[in-house]
């Protein structure tokens, strides 16, 4: 079926949107590093002035490797950053809404998942490899990429209450050691990644182009053609 007008419009005008929105975001962390460093908060403000260099790593990543991240994945990575970082560490989230990590923690193992599929299908794809992965390797690699991933941020937060005195593993559910969060963290990571893995597999058993995922994957594919030979 050819495309109509409204369908070829439709990538960019849905391209500008993510970029604004994108925008907005980065305008929101430099109104607030203006405001820490106006009032004398250095901590708030280093820590402002991070988060926000993270959220341009897209644009450094295409300038350094000249790979392109569809605008998609660059609003997802935008946002996750702003609400783990921005809103959870910054403002305080995570200790004024108990749910707030735990949706992270499920937004992470989806990103992370969709990070994974596409690092095993690039190698899936390359003509120069001799060997060819079965859609149900593909879809563990990226549920279990994403896991680790959650398992290692958890060893990492357990090193710095342990050595600097922070409070990364909070109290949940009347559990003051941390544990309880830690293993809810480690169940919902699992859980978002879990779809990631599901719907990678319809991709690559069907391709049909019908899901969220599969609009992002073939995204990724056409931007970035010569990672796949083709």
Known sequence: ???TPVDRKAPGQQRRVHQRVTLVIQLIMLAELGFALWEGLWLT????F????????????FRRFEVFIPSEFKLLATLFIFASLFLGEVQGYYTRFWWWDLVLHTASGFLLGIVGFLLVYILNE???LRFHMTPGFVALFAYMFALGIGA??????FTMDQWFGTDMQKAMLGDPSGLTDTMWD?????????????LGYGY???AAGRS?????????????PRLFNR
């Open 1 to 3: 079926m050819p495309m």
């Open 45 to 48: 403000a280093a820590m402002t």
């Open 50 to 61: 991070l988060i926000l260099l993270l959220t341009l790593a897209p644009v450094l990543m």
């Open 126 to 128: 390359k003509k120069s």
């Open 152 to 157: 290692m941020w958890e060893i990492v937060e």
């Open 186 to 198: 480690l169940i919902v990571d699992a859980l978002g990644a879990g779809a990631i893995a599901i």
């Open 204 to 206: 690559l058993k069907v």
């Open 212 to 224: 969220f995922l599969e609009q992002w994957i073939a995204a990724f594919l056409e931007a970035n």
